[in-house]
């Protein structure tokens, strides 16, 4: 009763739906699986959005433990004010809690007819995509265990976003 699931229908949406709750006063993060790449910051400081579905884009947290370009280090992303607007990956959301959680499921994780699918070709993450050492298997149980630990940030809520469109639809029909 006291905590809500919501899909939304992009990504903007999620955005706004978030800031929404983070000027009323909330703890608000917006987290994805690993699926675009990560850049470095530029030389002048700023982040490369790399985050991109259709129209909108924003970038990842940073990877290292120093502020750059007025983003906050990846150990207080989910903390300092600054982290808002940035895209969090498991990495940097596991052990964090806050308010409002908003999650953009990628396309490693697809819905298809009846059952959950880890489309590995779609995966970012380095420690994932090596075929020698991930099993299919094992890659499966890893992407679903991202997406677990992502659902799971919100304390009073979260919205859900699907990259795919058959997955959507079934995140529509369940919630």
């Given at each position: 009763d006291h905590f809500s699931?919501?899909?939304?229908?992009?990504?903007?949406?999620?955005?706004?739906?978030?800031?929404?709750?983070r000027d009323?006063?909330?703890g608000a993060r917006m987290t994805a699986g690993y699926c675009w790449p990560w850049s470095d910051p530029r030389s002048d400081g700023s982040l490369v959005d790399d985050v991109t579905?259709?129209?909108?884009?924003?970038?990842?947290n940073?990877?290292?433990?120093?502020?750059?370009g007025g983003a906050p280090p990846a150990a207080l992303w989910a903390s300092d004010p600054a982290g808002f607007g940035q895209?969090?990956?498991?990495?940097?959301?596991?052990g964090f809690e806050y308010d409002w959680?908003?999650?953009i499921?990628?396309?490693?994780?697809?819905?298809r007819t009846d059952r959950w699918v880890a489309v590995r070709p779609a995966n970012r993450d380095p420690d994932f995509r090596n075929t020698q050492q991930v099993s299919d298997e094992e890659f499966e149980r890893l992407v679903l265990n991202v997406y677990?630990?992502?659902?799971?940030?919100?304390m009073l809520g979260t919205l859900i976003v699907s990259v795919d469109p058959e997955t959507q639809h079934m995140l529509e029909t369940l919630i």
């Open positions: 699931v919501e899909t939304v229908e992009s990504a903007q949406e999620l955005e706004r739906r978030l800031e929404e709750k009323a006063g909330f579905i259709g129209s909108w884009s924003r970038p990842w940073l990877k290292g433990d120093r502020s750059v895209v969090g990956c498991v990495y940097t959301a596991q959680n908003g999650v499921i990628g396309p490693d994780l697809v819905w677990k630990v992502l659902l799971t940030r919100g």
